[in-house]
């Protein structure tokens, strides 16, 4: 569950740079800060994929 929480965590806190840049000047276009949030966004979806394929055989094997 920790891992699900992390990875989503990841996910959403990656775009914070990216949405402050843009607050600040709407027609900047911080190309690379884009690319960040999209690489951090998929780090934190995969390490969230992870805990719950984890949590989810954890489960089963209960049952």
Same mark, same amino acid.
């Given at each position: 569950?920790?891992?699900?929480?992390? /990875? *989503?965590?990841?996910?959403?806190? $990656?775009? =914070?740079?990216?949405? @402050?840049?843009?607050?600040?000047?709407?027609?900047?276009?911080?190309?690379?800060? /884009? *690319?960040?949030?999209?690489?951090? $966004?998929? =780090?934190?979806?995969? @390490?969230?994929?992870?805990?719950?394929?984890?949590?989810?055989?954890?489960?089963?094997?209960?049952?």
């Amino acid at each position: 569950m920790i891992a699900v929480a992390v /990875g *989503l965590f990841i996910a959403i806190a $990656s775009w =914070v740079p990216l949405w @402050i840049v843009e607050a600040r000047g709407p027609y900047s276009m911080p190309i690379v800060l /884009g *690319l960040l949030a999209f690489a951090g $966004s998929i =780090v934190g979806g995969v @390490i969230a994929l992870i805990g719950l394929v984890r949590l989810v055989r954890r489960a089963y094997r209960r049952a």
